[in-house]
T-cell receptor, first 115, second 113 residues
Framework: EAQVTQNPRYLITVTGKKLTVTCSQN?????MSWYRQDPGLGLRQIYY???????DKGDVPEGYKVSRKEKRNFPLILESPSPNQTSLYFC??????????????FGPGTRLLVL | SQQGEEDPQALSIQEGENATMNCSYK?????LQWYRQNSGRGLVHLIL?????REKHSGRLRVTLDTSKKSSSLLITASRAADTASYFC?????????????FGAGTRLFVKA
């Protein structure tokens, strides 16, 4: 089944404790992206990747890191999480850039609470 | 920066009625997409309309795009209780080469059975 998977789905952590949220897609998509969703703000793009080893900042990249060493995986790293990073995180992928004819396929989300 | 802005923020209608949601954006776009989200779950793509298109249909969905007003609307006809969800517009701007996506804050639709 074609899908985007994220792990973990739920995570409670403490301020400053490094964490990684994994994202994997099995559709051989070139484009992958991370978003955070907060009440009343919709989704905001954190980072995106056009292909392996090619990443760029979205609108809210501060406090986050990403890497794209393999086409299928795009982990999101929080080196020193803070309470303002408590949010619902979504990974998405698409065959090409969003500016083309491609649509994005979203993972199920990771709900993160930073105490 | 938030580009897509939807209105209304919330909409409550009876089953069978039509629901219209509007989206405005600020910069030139390559395309505009509408997504649906059920209660904190992942987003599901509904329809994509390119900047050179004015109207598009998919089943009970009708999307219009007015690039001169930088606005779009999503019409759901003959709504059902299962249409209860949040709806988001998303734009891919020409100023970012089409690589960045900006979502609006969404419209929460509640369809009463």
């Amino acid at each position: 089944e074609a899908q985007v998977t994220q792990n973990p789905r739920y995570l409670i952590t403490v301020t400053g404790k490094k964490l990684t949220v994994t994202c994997s897609q099995n559709m051989n998509h070139e484009y992958m992206s991370w978003y955070r969703q907060d009440p009343g703000l919709g989704l905001r793009q954190i980072y995106y990747s056009m292909n392996v080893e090619v990443t760029d900042k979205g609108d809210v990249p501060e406090g986050y890191k990403v890497s794209r060493k393999e086409k299928r995986n795009f982990p999101l790293i929080l080196e020193s999480p803070s309470p303002n990073q408590t949010s619902l995180y979504f990974c998405a992928s698409s065959p090409g850039s969003p500016g083309g004819k491609e649509t994005q396929y979203f993972g199920p989300g990771t709900r993160l609470l930073v105490l | 920066s938030q580009q897509g802005e939807e209105d209304p923020q919330a909409l409550s209608i009876q089953e069978g009625e039509n629901a219209t949601m509007n989206c405005s954006y600020k910069t030139s776009i390559n395309n505009l997409q509408w997504y649906r989200q059920n209660s904190g779950r992942g987003l599901v793509h509904l329809i994509l309309i390119r900047s050179n298109e004015r109207e598009k249909h998919s089943g009970r969905l009708r999307v219009t795009l007015d690039t001169s007003k930088k606005s779009s609307s999503l019409l759901i006809t003959a709504s059902r209780a299962a249409d209860t969800a949040s709806y988001f517009c998303a734009t891919a701007g020409t100023n970012t080469g089409g690589f960045k996506t900006i979502f609006g804050a969404g419209t929460r639709l509640f369809v009463k059975a």
